[in-house]
């Protein structure tokens, strides 16, 4: 681990970032006196927040942009390097949610969600990956309790986040020598648009409720939580007392685990 990183004049990349997370993200990083690459499907919303952040004095480029389409994360990354020189911190952010049981959910509704949330973050980072060696640069990946511990009714979910952790892991011991750090962040239940832009089986909107475990913690303070690791240069975060739990007791008592998780989120699938 090396020193604590410095963001002033350095071009950082969000993807989601129209999101909860990804706009926080966005105002920390703007504040710490980075240039902002805001990437997004929701080209309205994006360039919005461009916008309003340009208005605040920030160096801001918003663009629409598909994370599951690699020609698309090329050119984006393409243009940034044009814009700011090249890419310093990239923040893979960009995810949907599915919540329902395997068995009433379709495969297509598995695909969707591992095409945004894992080959998006492999999208985006093999684009950026020149530039964040050439830079010596850092990789955050934004993941979840799901990514080391199981979640019932999210198997797609569960899978994608488990992906990017064996993927980010691996590519982390593969950059160390270059000199780019791999940070991968594991928020808790955070109030962002993320449930309720979640999938049901069908591919439609979710229609049950989302239970929770714990307090939400607003997108806020994910955000800077994630901030202080990042700058720390550190390998892995897990933000809430109850995600900090829920590792310990899922890597040495798997089947306690898997009772209290199945009782307290499984109500959600039984009404």
Not at 99 to 122: D, K, P, W
Not at 237 to 244: F, N, P, R, Y
Request: hydrophobic letters at 40%; glycine letters at 12%.
């Amino acid at each position: 681990m090396g020193g604590r990183r410095e963001y002033q004049g350095k071009t950082v990349v969000i993807t989601g970032a129209a999101g909860g997370l990804g706009r926080a993200f966005a105002r920390r990083f703007g504040c710490a006196g980075a240039k902002l690459s805001l990437l997004d499907l929701d080209a309205k919303s994006v360039y919005a927040l461009a916008e309003e952040l340009e208005s605040d004095g920030r160096d801001c480029l918003g663009m629409a942009v598909d994370v599951t389409d690699p020609t698309a994360c090329q050119k984006a990354v393409n243009l940034i390097d044009d814009r700011f020189g090249g890419v310093d911190v990239l923040i893979n952010n960009a995810g949907i949610s599915h919540r329902s049981l395997f068995a009433q959910t379709s495969l297509a509704t598995i695909r969707q969600v591992m095409e945004v949330n894992f080959f998006g973050a492999v999208n985006c980072t093999r684009a950026a990956l020149d530039s964040l060696i050439r830079r010596k640069g850092q990789i955050i990946v934004i993941s979840t309790v799901a990514g080391f511990a199981p979640l019932i009714g999210r198997t797609g979910y569960s899978a994608s986040k488990h992906a990017l952790h064996g993927f980010f892991d691996t590519l982390r011991a593969e950059l160390t020598r270059a000199g780019v750090t791999v940070t991968i962040a594991c928020p808790g239940f955070t109030r962002t648009g993320l449930a309720h832009s979640a999938l049901g089986g069908d591919g439609q909107p979710v229609r049950q409720t989302k239970v929770t475990v714990g307090r939400e913690s607003t997108p806020e303070e994910a955000a800077e939580g994630i901030f202080r690791a990042v700058e720390r240069e550190k390998r892995l975060v897990v933000l809430t007392s109850v995600g900090k739990l829920s590792r310990v007791v899922s890597k040495f008592w798997p089947s306690l685990y898997e009772r209290l998780m199945t009782r307290s989120i499984g109500a959600e699938f039984e009404r």
